[in-house]
């Protein structure tokens, strides 16, 4: 294990590793859900936690630049100091890196209304294979010279370079923000409403998506107070101008009321991050209940989400496999986890049955396998129910013109 | 010259250019300002224009599937009577394709709050040299499932693969739109107020910028009746809730008029069609005026515009190259005229000199040398005084990968 302090350190060490062959991980604060950071067998682990450094704030330009190490948490607060917004918010962003949201195009609650962090991303000086050191993108918020480098190292999981600075876009921090919370006793209803809120021409910043199971998990250990009847509920957020959120928060309530629901609002930020906290637990409160659960992170289009949960529940049922599901459903993204113990054999071959039939139900609705989580290790076998040879061979073959030898996180995102 | 009417026939044109050694040029319907779409000697050009249709609008899901022969103006007109927006409007909107924007990542005015094509382009069904058909992206809002390879196509001008399908993303119709024109009898306080704008934390939809060249090239065709002493227009648009953005104009207007502006509000859709239509005649009449004239696009930080304007006054004495300026204030994307005959040895040699300079100064503020318009043909000479040799590798490499046998627009970005 490696703590670089500089680019200069980085690229001596990619240039030591080269020459000796030694794989090299690239690691953050490791909190990614697909194993992109996890080294395999005789690796060496580049931690970037050192180069935490904001190294610039341009407010002028709403730009700003920082190096890879630092915690998302850290970034959106000082830059709210200043009136400025940074949206990508993945539930663990009081842990995790900048750089390792980067490496895995992280999503989080905001993405609906803002984008995940490709949306941001304009300039990375990265370290490739090797030790050259290079600077891609621009620090203007247009640009078209030569091919989108920048784009395609995010999301790459930390196999094409390490990027060792980045620069963010930032927006001007919204007005004032209302927070719903709109209870169900019927989960159909509650899919129906997301697919109704978008229908009626509404973005909110956040709708969020916590079915039974993981309302019980999170009771058990941040109690709200919810009627055992509650079937899911929706966390919403809307965000803008203080005049007229009410007004669209008015409207989102309503729709939800109208399929039955009971819908509340946060007057007050004690009580905006009550209702988050309940959010942000559901993940470490299901980790606490099985600790060898799968987690799965697919994504549906946006009005098929009440049929996909109709077919998680008969999936569920037919194979005995226990799921819980949250989520993003305004992106038609949600968390399933399987709530099995992956290190026994019998389980985890039941618990793989389900997977792929959630993956083929998932893709014949048009979805996707992974929405934010990444391919990392654990979705790597699955890789090719989605992405058809020909396309896995241009994959490869840009994995191949940066890293020739295989040395940056080899394991990772191909079968 | 072959018009494809399916993807089939582009799959079978690129086996046979393939099979017999000649190169295709895609185009579109070639209003691309850097030549991307010219053929160079003895290419077969592919024109896109008659695969046009709109396959499908997924009012569910805010996305639509189209042709990319289709004319960026039907599908904004086609998609708002929906309710629905796609943002992207370059000047050429009313003739240009969406297969183009996609190939050189087009702008427009709209950019500034919006963004470019990149930020719409969800997924493309494309033709590989050699005729191979793929499928790439996802029709979901979010998914990170392998590489970007669908925003490394969007900007790579034809030159790695032919979409022939594109899925794009749209948002709902802002409810009102509020148009500004204020005019500045001095040019820095129209730099000024761009920048004091953007610090205030106002994000207008559009933020365009005429000097009085160009305001005077206008006023020859299509008279205004502006007067003799304004040195620089600003047309500014904010869009939203009806009950904010007049709020907000109302800043705008402020914030000008401080500078010594004359600002002026376009009380209906007359008004602003007027307004509009002068500053879509920009381009036009500057070719009117000088058919073989030379057009940059430069970029620089947002807060760089007045001393960019100043330089380019200065750039202009020196070299007594006639400069006539426009574009995109609020993105820092100033499109550079250089009133020359490019076809003429010694004003070529007198205008190159002025462009390298210009280059040499945007690129020092943290500028781009083509926000928009591409590297194309006309561009491709300089494209080594921003991008460096590793990194121009890297985008070879990528060439190398897609087209092995340069088949696919040789001859264009690449010096």
């Known amino acids: 294990m490696v703590w670089p302090e500089t680019t200069k350190h980085v690229a001596q060490i990619m240039k030591y590793a080269d020459e000796n062959g030694i794989p ?12 992109g950071a ?38 959106q607060r000082e830059v709210e100091e200043h009136g400025f917004f940074y949206p990508p918010d993945p539930a663990s962003m009081n842990f995790c890196t900048i750089g390792g949201n980067v490496a895995e195009n992280a999503g989080g609650p905001r993405a609906l209304k803002y984008g995940v962090t490709r949306d941001y ?62 209870l169900f006793t019927d989960l159909e209803a509650a899919g129906m409403a997301v697919s109704r809120i978008v229908s009626a021409k509404i973005v909110p910043r956040t709708l969020e998506f916590m079915d039974r199971e993981a309302i019980k998990a999170v009771e058990k250990f941040n109690p709200l107070g919810l009627a055992d009847d509650v079937e899911a509920l929706l966390l919403i957020e809307v965000d803008g101008h203080a005049e007229t959120i009410k007004k669209e928060a008015g409207k989102v309530a309503d729709i939800c009321m109208k399929l039955g629901a009971d819908a509340r609002m946060a007057e007050d930020d004690a009580a905006r991050n009550r209702l988050w906290e309940c959010r942000r637990r559901v993940s470490p409160s299901l980790y606490h209940l099985c600790p060898r ?68 139900v998932t893709l014949g609705l048009g979805g996707t396998i992974s929405g934010e989580h990444g391919v990392g290790i654990t979705k790597a076998p699955y890789i090719g129910m989605e992405v058809k040879q020909r396309e896995l061979g241009l994959m490869k073959g840009i994995k191949n013109l940066f890293d020739p030898k295989n040395i940056l996180n080899p394991g990772k995102i191909f079968p």
Not at 159 to 175: G, N, Q
């Open 293 to 360: 659960k799968m987690s799965e992170d697919i994504v549906v289009p946006r009005d098929m989400i009440p049929q996909m949960l109709t077919s998680l529940r008969r999936i569920s049922e037919d194979t005995g496999v226990r799921l819980v599901n949250y989520g993003h459903a305004g992106d038609g993204n949600i968390h399933v986890n399987l709530m099995v113990d992956r290190t026994d054999e019998e389980e985890y071959k039941k618990a793989d049955a389900a997977v792929r039939e959630i993956f083929k």
């Open 121 to 182: 991303v304009m300039q990375i000086e990265a370290v490739l294979p090797g030790g050259d050191i290079v600077n891609l993108g621009v620090r203007t918020h247009k640009g078209v010279v030569g091919y989108d480098i920048v784009r395609l190292l995010v999301g790459s999981e930390g196999t094409l370079a390490v990027a060792t600075k980045i620069r963010l876009k930032l927006l001007p921090l919204p007005e004032d923000v209302v927070t719903l919370l709109c």
């Open 38 to 75: 996890v080294p395999l067998g005789g690796s060496m682990v580049l931690s970037m936690e050192k180069m935490n450094r904001l190294l610039e704030l341009d407010t002028g330009n709403l730009t700003v630049l920082v190096e890879p190490g630092i915690i998302n948490g850290r970034l």
């Open 24 to 35: 090299v991980v690239p690691r953050g604060a490791g909190t990614g859900m697909s194993g």
